[in-house]
Antibody, heavy 118, light 109 residues
Framework: QVQLQESGPGLVKPSETLSLTCTVS????????WSWIRQPPGKGLEWIGY???????NYNPSLRSRVTMSVDTSKNQLSLKLTSLTAVDTAVYYC????????????WGQGTLVTVSS | QSVLTQPPSASGTPGQRVTISCSGS????????VNWYQQLPGTAPKLLIY???QRPSGVPDRFSGSKSGTSASLAISGLQSEDEADYYC??????????FGGGTKVTVL
């Protein structure tokens, strides 16, 4: 059974950089697209970007200047870095898998709440 | 404001049929397939419908999806109490990003 688990700090100060890791178990990360998606409290979903297992990326234009994604196939992990945080970045951050870009995200992590506050 | 437009809420009594609309444009729904997600309270979203009308294994056939032009719909027939959740449509936009609807909260009366 495929499982995704996000990990990282729950509280980050404004202007700092958020670093999150998603550990995948039950299957290889190879041959899939991996996305990060966030959801502010009480609000809808926002796609942050995706990374293919080969390392190619595509980021949401609204976040592109602040986002970096990477993948470590040896550890079956993917990572997200988001710089220059403000309060509007407070959200639950999910990692999710897609077999192809059109087929939707078939596996999701449980999500991790990140609060940006001093 | 979301790129895809959904009604904020929908409701029905047990056994009824509920339909949720998702309106987009030529650059998203009009030229790409649509997926639907169900998010139960306090949980991660779950893929409910993919490529417009396909159900992943394990999703009851009470859930069905359709697409026409720049709009899509999700129908829940035989509404059950466990269907009370938020539902999101999603698709790829030609501006090179995945876009979601604002979500529809379904209440079982």
């Amino acid at each position: 059974q495929v499982q995704l688990q996000e990990s990282g700090p729950g509280l980050v100060k404004p202007s700092e950089t958020l670093s999150l890791t998603c550990t995948v178990s039950g299957d290889s990360i190879k041959s899939y697209y991996w996305s990060w998606i966030r959801q502010p409290p009480g609000k809808g979903l926002e796609w942050i970007g995706y990374i293919y297992y080969s390392g190619s990326t595509n980021y949401n234009p609204s976040l592109r200047s602040r986002v970096t994604m990477s993948v470590d196939t040896s550890k079956n992990q993917l990572s997200l870095k988001l710089t220059s945080l403000t309060a509007v970045d407070t959200a639950v951050y999910y990692c999710a898998r897609a077999e192809r870009l059109a087929t939707g995200f078939d596996y999701w992590g449980q999500g991790t709440l990140v609060t940006v506050s001093s | 404001q979301s790129v895809l437009t959904q009604p904020p809420s929908a409701s029905g009594t047990p056994g009824q049929r509920v339909t949720i609309s998702c309106s987009g444009s030529r650059s998203n729904i009009g030229s790409n397939t649509v997926n639907w997600y169900q998010q139960l309270p306090g949980t991660a979203p779950k893929l409910l419908i993919y490529i417009n009308d396909q159900r992943p294994s394990g999703v009851p056939d009470r859930f069905s999806g359709s697409k026409s032009g720049t709009s899509a719909s999700l129908a829940i027939s035989g509404l059950q109490s466990e269907d009370e959740a938020d539902y999101y449509c999603a698709t790829w936009d030609d501006s090179l990003k995945e876009v979601f609807g604002g979500g529809t909260k379904v209440t079982v009366l």
